[in-house]
Structure formats: C-alpha cells, structure tokens
C-alpha cells in the first residue's frame, strides 16, 4: 500500500511540474516531415534510389586500399590541424572581446557602457556570417590558399565566442570582485584572484564544444575545395566510390568518437588546480602546444600556410549596379525560399529527438541511436544534399531534409546527455503504476527537459538559418544559391547585397530567438542547455 502512495505522490509531483503544453511543443515540429516526404516523394526517381541504397551498404565494406587509407588519413590530420588552429585563435580572440562586451566586467574595469553596447553590435556581423561566405569571399579574391579555411572559421567563431562568454559573465554574481575592488585591489588582482576562477568552467563547457564545431566547420569547407578530409570525401561521392567515402567517415568517426570521450574526461572537476594562476598557465601553454604543433605538422604534411598569394582587386559597385542588382534579382522569393528552408529543417531537427529517444529506450537502442547521431553530425550537409539529389529532383524539401539530419544529431546528443544526467524518480513513479512506458518517458523524464530543450533549439534554430546558406549552395534555392552565382560571375553588387540581406534576415531570427529564449528561462529559472 504505501508502495502505491508514494508512486501517487510521484505521479503528483509529475502533474505539478510537468507542462503538457512544452512537452507537446517538443514533438509538434516534426510536423514538418509530412511536406518535406511529400515533395521528395513527388520528385522520386526509381534509379535513385537503388544508388541511395548502394552508399548505405557500402557503409558495412569500406576500401581498405592503401592509397586511399593513406589519403583519408592525411586528410583527417590537415582538418584537425586547421580546426585546432582557427580554435585557438577564435578561444583566445573570444576570451579578449568577451572582456569588452561584457556590461558586468567593463563596469568594474571603468569603460563607459556605450561602447560595451558599440562593440556588441559590432561583432554581430562576423557572427551573422557564415563560416562558409568567408571562405567563398576569401577564395574569389586571394584565389586559393590553406589559411583561408582557418581566417573562414575563425572570424565568425571569434564573434560567436565573445557573445556567449560575454554572456556568461553578465550571469554570474560578481559582488565578490566590487568588493575586491572597494578596499583597493588593481584590476588585474580582482580579475585573476576573484573572475578567472568562476569563467575556467565556462571556457571548458562550451569551448570544448566549439572544437567539434570546428572539426565539423573545417571539414565542410574542405568539401568546397579548401582541403582536409572534407575534400576527399567530396571526390569520392563526385565519382559516386562510396566505399572510397566510408572510409574517411569511418575514420573521421573514430576520432570524433575518441575526442569526445577525451574531452568528457578532461572536464572533470578534479582537472580544475586549486591554484588558478598554475592552472590558467597550464591552459595556455597547452593552446600554444597545440597552435605551434598544428602549424609545424602542417609543414610536414605539405600545407604551407604562408605560401604567397595574389590578392584579385574588385571596384566597389556603384549605386547604378546596386540599383540594377536589387531591381533584377527576385529577392521576395529568394528570402521566403531561405526562411521556409529554415523553418522546415527546424522542424526536422527539434522533433525527432524527442521521438525516437523515447522509442529507443532498450539500451542496445539507445547505444545504436547515439552512434547514429555522430554520422548525423559528421556528415556535411552538402554531400547529403547530393545524396538525396542522386534519387530525387532539387527543391526546398531536399536542402531541409539535409540540414534537418545534421542538427537533430546535435539536438539529440544534448538531449540525451541531460536526460542521462536527470533524476528518475518520477520516470520510476510513473511506471510502478503500470503505464505506458513511452508514455512514463514522456511525463516522468521529457517534461523535465522541455523548457531547457526550447531554449537550446530556438538558438539552435539561428544556426540553422546561417547554414541554410550551405545546402542552398548545392540545392539550388534561396541565397545561398543566388550568392554562388552571383561568386562565379563575379557580379560583386549582388555579392554585396546578398550578403547583407542574408546577415539582416539573420539578426531579425536571432533578435525574435533571444526574446523568445528570455521568455522561457524566466520561467525555468535556468537553462541545461546553455552550450
């Protein structure tokens, strides 16, 4: 009896904290799939899919020739060593603007707050570009160069660091460092013996996370011809050898599989010295470690970065051609193309994880799933956009089901890590009374996350509209195609145009998503997701 009372008592408790409405909210999205099936079922071609079919399986028999072993890994060491590269440049140059944009430290370092606000907006440009746009407008006017993908991710990274650490720091409680500062200690007393210790967990949490975004970056660009393993596997789909580009998946894989054990072990408290000075100097030697091996592996590998380029000079457009280029390009359907794109590919990402954790309860499920998620991750949505364009015809659908794929291997991830780190009391509770256990997940862990698993996919969901540029690249729709096209004939007016339309649209869907953001933790009183 009282084993009954006190599952009723977790039920109640369950009732009272859980939101139908958000955990509803959680799964609604995948609404989403119904036109995007529809629209590539439409434009299905039988031939196709035998083709589809073909790479998955080649997936279980990848080649094992030397020459290709040899190349896959080359590649692999290149995409780190520029993804380790342009990391620490963009931890270093977001740790030092995330100073300056930050209200809570300029204050006790006595800047006035107008320029706090300056530098904020400033750095909303190279953030509302993407990655890829650098990497284009750098390739069309020094022609092609190693540093180029490093300059490409490190510039908007840089600006996306600043923000997030700038963030952060306006959260904590910083009483300890005015009153520091009250009885007279310098300014750099207060910031390394009260400031560093509370920002070192900060940096941990959510620069190792950028490093995999860097891996993932750099290998995207190597997909357009910047090097690294991205670049083999381009090749490889390109002459349609899937067995040739499951190799360097396999082997990217590993690593990434690897590299995230890796970095969960190191983020263990008990790697925070107790010394913050020793620790703060054995970051930074470490960083340097890391910068000066990449750059002399580099050498050895056949990447010269310092190899001398020619910069292509481009008159600035006069206001005829701007006039002439925003009367002849059909900006109203290239922008509602990009936002539907967004808007589907969110959909996609947001409500499948929810659902399919909760039908991969099974350990050996959940296993399957979560490996299942690092080739999500791991694969660029511009190859799966040529996949999925091998068995149907190019539109919207495509470039969303893509991008759709990548991002919810990144919902999914964060959203199990927190479930797996939750209390299952109430899961428990609400099982003991024999209910559904899809439905027990649902209640008793999911309603739990929900507010938290929001706030990160409404940020999520700005991602996605940068990278919308990406597969519209390949896909043929919205901006990102207009902007390829516009690159290769050399029409700089349109150049100019697109990319300032495209960082506005940006800017507006970030600005909606913060509010929208603010509304939710308010109401949660914080954020799991805050990475």
């Given at each position: 009896?009282?084993?009954?009372?006190?599952?009723?008592?977790?039920?109640?408790?369950?009732?009272?904290?859980?939101?139908?409405?958000?955990?509803?909210?959680?799964?609604?999205?995948?609404?989403a799939?119904?036109?995007?099936?529809?629209?590539?079922?439409?434009?299905l071609?039988?031939?196709?899919?035998?083709?589809l079919i073909?790479?998955?399986f080649?997936?279980?028999?990848?080649?094992?020739?030397?020459?290709?072993?040899?190349?896959?890994?080359?590649?692999?060491?290149?995409?780190?060593?520029?993804?380790?590269?342009?990391?620490?440049?963009?931890?270093?140059?977001?740790?030092?603007?995330?100073?300056?944009?930050?209200?809570?430290?300029?204050?006790?370092?006595?800047?006035?707050?107008?320029?706090?606000?300056?530098?904020?907006?400033?750095l909303?440009?190279?953030?509302?570009?993407?990655?890829?746009?650098?990497?284009l407008?750098?390739?069309?006017?020094f022609?092609?160069?190693?540093?180029?993908?490093?300059?490409?991710?490190?510039?908007?990274?840089?600006?996306?660091?600043?923000?997030?650490?700038?963030?952060q720091?306006?959260?904590?409680?910083?009483?300890?460092?005015?009153?520091?500062?009250?009885?007279?200690?310098?300014?750099?007393?207060?910031?390394?013996?009260?400031?560093?210790?509370?920002?070192?967990?900060?940096?941990?949490?959510?620069?190792?996370?950028?490093?995999?975004?860097?891996?993932?970056?750099?290998?995207?660009?190597?997909?357009?011809?910047?090097?690294?393993?991205?670049?083999?596997?381009?090749?490889?789909?390109?002459?349609?050898?899937?067995?040739?580009?499951?190799?360097?998946?396999?082997?990217?894989?590993f690593?990434?599989l690897?590299?995230?054990?890796?970095?969960?072990?190191?983020?263990?408290?008990?790697?925070?010295?107790?010394n913050?000075?020793?620790?703060?100097?054995?970051?930074?030697?470490?960083?340097?470690?890391?910068?000066?091996?990449?750059?002399?592996?580099?050498?050895?590998?056949?990447?010269?970065?310092?190899?001398?380029?020619?910069?292509?000079l481009?008159?600035?457009?006069s206001?005829?051609?701007?006039?002439?280029?925003?009367?002849?390009?059909?900006?109203?359907?290239?922008?509602?193309?990009?936002?539907?794109?967004?808007?589907?590919?969110?959909?996609?990402?947001?409500?499948?994880?929810?659902?399919?954790?909760?039908?991969?309860?099974?350990?050996?499920?959940?296993?399957?799933?979560?490996?299942?998620?690092?080739?999500?991750?791991?694969?660029?949505?511009?190859?799966?956009?040529?996949?999925?364009?091998?068995?149907?015809?190019?539109?919207?659908?495509?470039?969303?089901?893509?991008?759709?794929?990548?991002?919810?291997?990144?919902?999914?991830?964060?959203?199990?890590q927190?479930?797996?780190?939750?209390?299952t009391?109430?899961?428990?509770?609400?099982?003991?009374?024999?209910?559904?256990?899809?439905?027990?997940?649902?209640?008793?862990?999911?309603?739990?996350?929900?507010?938290?698993?929001?706030?990160?996919?409404?940020?999520?969901?700005?991602?996605?509209?940068?990278?919308?540029?990406?597969?519209?690249?390949?896909?043929?729709?919205?901006?990102?195609?207009?902007?390829?096209?516009?690159?290769?004939?050399?029409?700089?007016?349109?150049?100019?145009?697109?990319?300032?339309?495209?960082?506005?649209?940006?800017?507006?869907?970030?600005?909606?998503?913060?509010?929208?953001?603010?509304?939710?933790?308010?109401?949660?009183?914080?954020?799991?997701?805050?990475?």
């Amino acid at each position: 009896m009282s084993q009954k009372v006190k599952s009723l008592t977790y039920i109640a408790k369950s009732l009272k904290e859980t939101n139908i409405s958000k955990v509803t909210l959680t799964i609604l999205p995948i609404l989403a799939i119904i036109p995007v099936f529809i629209q590539c079922a439409h434009g299905l071609h039988i031939g196709g899919i035998s083709t589809l079919i073909s790479f998955i399986f080649s997936g279980l028999h990848p080649s094992f020739d030397k020459d290709v072993v040899q190349s896959s890994w080359i590649g692999l060491q290149i995409t780190f060593c520029f993804a380790i590269i342009s990391w620490v440049i963009s931890i270093s140059m977001g740790l030092f603007l995330a100073i300056f944009s930050s209200y809570s430290l300029t204050r006790i370092i006595g800047i006035p707050e107008y320029i706090t606000t300056i530098i904020r907006r400033i750095l909303t440009l190279p953030r509302a570009t993407h990655e890829l746009i650098w990497g284009l407008l750098f390739l069309q006017i020094f022609g092609m160069a190693p540093w180029i993908a490093i300059l490409a991710i490190a510039i908007p990274y840089s600006a996306l660091m600043a923000r997030v650490f700038a963030e952060q720091i306006d959260k904590i409680d910083l009483k300890s460092l005015i009153a520091l500062k009250h009885i007279g200690a310098s300014k750099i007393q207060v910031l390394t013996t009260a400031f560093i210790p509370k920002l070192i967990p900060i940096i941990g949490n959510y620069g190792s996370y950028r490093f995999e975004c860097a891996i993932r970056g750099a290998t995207l660009l190597g997909v357009f011809g910047l090097g690294g393993i991205g670049t083999e596997m381009q090749l490889s789909i390109l002459s349609l050898k899937f067995n040739e580009m499951w190799t360097s998946l396999w082997i990217l894989f590993f690593a990434i599989l690897l590299l995230e054990k890796a970095l969960e072990y190191l983020q263990k408290p008990k790697f925070y010295f107790r010394n913050v000075g020793k620790f703060s100097l054995m970051c930074l030697l470490v960083l340097l470690i890391l910068l000066g091996t990449s750059l002399i592996w580099l050498n050895v590998l056949g990447v010269n970065l310092f190899v001398p380029f020619t910069i292509h000079l481009f008159s600035i457009p006069s206001s005829t051609n701007l006039l002439s280029a925003i009367t002849s390009l059909p900006w109203l359907k290239l922008i509602l193309e990009t936002v539907l794109l967004m808007l589907l590919a969110s959909g996609i990402a947001i409500g499948l994880p929810p659902i399919l954790l909760m039908l991969s309860q099974a350990r050996y499920r959940a296993k399957a799933l979560s490996i299942f998620w690092i080739f999500c991750r791991l694969i660029p949505t511009p190859l799966t956009t040529m996949l999925l364009l091998l068995c149907t015809n190019p539109s919207i659908s495509v470039g969303a089901l893509a991008l759709g794929i990548q991002n919810m291997g990144v919902l999914g991830r964060l959203l199990k890590q927190n479930i797996d780190n939750q209390d299952t009391n109430i899961f428990t509770g609400i099982k003991a009374t024999g209910a559904n256990s899809h439905l027990a997940w649902l209640y008793g862990k999911m309603s739990l996350q929900s507010n938290s698993y929001l706030t990160y996919s409404l940020y999520r969901t700005d991602v996605i509209l940068r990278e919308t540029i990406v597969v519209g690249a390949v896909g043929g729709v919205g901006l990102g195609w207009q902007l390829k096209e516009s690159l290769s004939s050399f029409a700089w007016e349109e150049v100019l145009l697109i990319t300032a339309t495209f960082m506005s649209i940006t800017l507006i869907g970030e600005t909606l998503s913060e509010k929208l953001q603010r509304r939710l933790l308010n109401k949660q009183g914080n954020n799991a997701f805050h990475t």
